[in-house]
């Protein structure tokens, strides 16, 4: 892999990530963009405690832009993008429209490939292998930075998720506090070990999940599985069999085989709902632990949280989404119409052949 980073014409980093040591990346950006300026602040909510992001400059945003204008693909002639250069293999760059900025953390865009009209699961192994290692420099660059606690690489596919670009992407969200989610699987995390003597929580669930009828497949390295009180009609949790913390703790065995895993997971989604049906818009989420201290998580260190990724769509059925409605958005309470052990079974089936 060759890293090299840049700058936009507003001073916001653009960083390629190439698979040839020999490729040379020294195309400027053209376009008159005067600095970037951003609103965003974060405010604690006092009854829940949790945090809120206010960034109104987001309002002004790119909205689903006709292909020929969209800003993620390479620049040609006079046609300019985020992207200077005229080809690329994988692009990491600041948003533009930032949830989160300075001290608020940083928000960046990570464009898959140049392809418009690819998917993630369109990648070969070795682009997805790309991807990989720039989420994981990204983790390890963001962690260093004195605003942030915790490092939170996404994709959100599909106009259903509410997507506003076609263009394969994701995004890598650098918060200054750690989240509400990663918080509660860190207090079940320090109640399980003070109960049970020391057992590992994450460790606990995988073996009872390996052991069980929710495996989706496994390898020598990953494990996917739909877990036992799935939220979403379809979700799998995917866990590297070693426990690591953060991207970071992967070794060779586990990068090099995650490609292939994952590619295989992305197009059985594609698949649960019949060849006629649209590309299954979904959600996938690297949960990682967070780089802040965690004193406030009586007896649980950075060790004992386990990396791993949660994959799921809102498509409930043919043609049909599941809307968060008043028991979801209201008190938190998921009510979910697909059994997980079905969900499971529907995976397996549309296995590749």
């Known amino acids: ?86 080809s690329y293999d994988v692009v990491v760059f600041e948003n533009r429209f930032p949830s ?104 606990a669930v995988l073996e009872r999940e390996r052991a069980g009828e929710r495996v989706v497949l496994e390898g020598e390295h990953w494990v996917a599985f739909v877990p036992y009180a799935a939220h979403w009609p379809y979700e799998v949790h995917l866990y590297p069999k070693r426990r690591v913390p953060d991207l970071l703790g992967l070794d060779e065995g586990a990068r090099t085989e995650f490609p292939k895993v994952y590619l295989e997971l992305l197009r059985r989604f594609d698949r649960i709902f019949g060849e006629s049906e649209p590309p299954t818009p979904y959600i996938a989420a690297w949960h990682q632990a967070p780089f802040g201290a965690l004193e406030e998580f009586d007896g649980v260190v950075r060790e004992d949280f386990a990396l791993h990724l949660e994959l799921f769509t809102i498509r409930r059925t043919s043609g049909k989404l599941k809307f968060l409605a008043g028991s979801e958005s209201g008190m938190n309470v998921f009510i979910n119409d697909v059994p997980p052990e079905r969900a499971a079974e529907r995976l397996r089936e549309v296995a590749s052949s």
């Open 1 to 86: 892999m060759k890293k090299t980073s840049t700058r936009l014409a507003d001073g916001r980093e653009l960083i390629y990530y190439d698979l040839r040591d020999d490729s040379v990346r020294d195309a400027t950006d053209r376009r008159p963009l005067d600095r970037t300026v951003t609103t965003s602040e974060i405010r604690r909510d006092p009854l829940l405690g949790d945090a809120v992001a206010i960034a109104s400059h987001r309002q002004g945003r790119t909205y689903h832009p006709p292909a020929d204008e969209c800003p993620l693909c390479p620049s040609e002639g006079d046609r300019l993008s985020e992207i200077p250069d005229s």
């Open 100 to 203: 989160l900025a300075g001290d608020s953390g940083r928000c960046e865009v990570v464009c898959f490939t140049s392809d418009h009209n690819a998917s993630f699961a369109d990648l070969t192994e070795e682009q997805a292998g790309l991807v990989l290692e720039a989420w994981t420099d990204r983790t390890s660059e963001l962690s260093h930075l004195p605003a942030v606690e915790q490092v939170f690489c996404f994709e959100n596919r599909g106009a259903e998720i509410g997507v506003t670009l076609g263009h394969p992407h994701g995004q890598i969200y650098a918060y200054p506090f750690t989240t509400p989610r990663t918080a509660l699987m860190l207090r079940s995390a320090a109640t399980h070990k003070e109960m049970t003597g020391g057992e590992n929580l994450f460790d």
